[in-house]
């Protein structure tokens, strides 16, 4: 299993964009690959995941027009674009290196306040 870590979380104002990395240690699996989140307490949920076998991204309602997940395989990188940032996408941000979430970093905090 590769290794996985988070970064580029902040506290950003409603409306504001931030672009998450993550970074592993390896090359990323050819099957699926995701982020998650997890609200203050609530579940960790998927928000967007990549099928290598469609080549289709999958995103979550709440997020869809606003997420976007890159990948650059050679750089064994994926990132996660979030514009117009809203107050309820405050949470703390996993990358995967499956379609479970169960291959994850450590997480990266985002706070959207006023």
């Known amino acids: 299993q590769v290794r996985l870590r988070e970064s580029g979380g902040d506290s950003v104002q409603p409306g504001g964009s931030l672009r998450l990395t993550c970074s592993s240690s390896?090359?990323?699996?050819?099957?699926?690959v995701g982020w998650f989140r997890q609200p203050p307490g609530k579940e960790r949920v998927g928000i967007a995941k990549?099928?290598?076998?469609?080549?289709?991204?999958w995103y979550r309602d709440s997020v869809k027009g606003r997420f976007t997940l890159i990948q650059d395989r050679a750089k064994n990188t994926m990132y996660l674009q979030m514009n117009d940032l809203k107050l309820e996408d405050t949470a703390v941000y996993y990358c995967?290196?499956?379609?479970?979430?169960?291959?994850r970093g450590q997480g990266t905090q985002v706070t959207v306040s006023s």
């Open positions: 990549f099928d290598s076998a469609t080549g289709q991204t």
């Open positions: 995967a290196d499956d379609c479970s979430g169960e291959n």
């Open positions: 390896g090359p990323f699996n050819d099957y699926c």
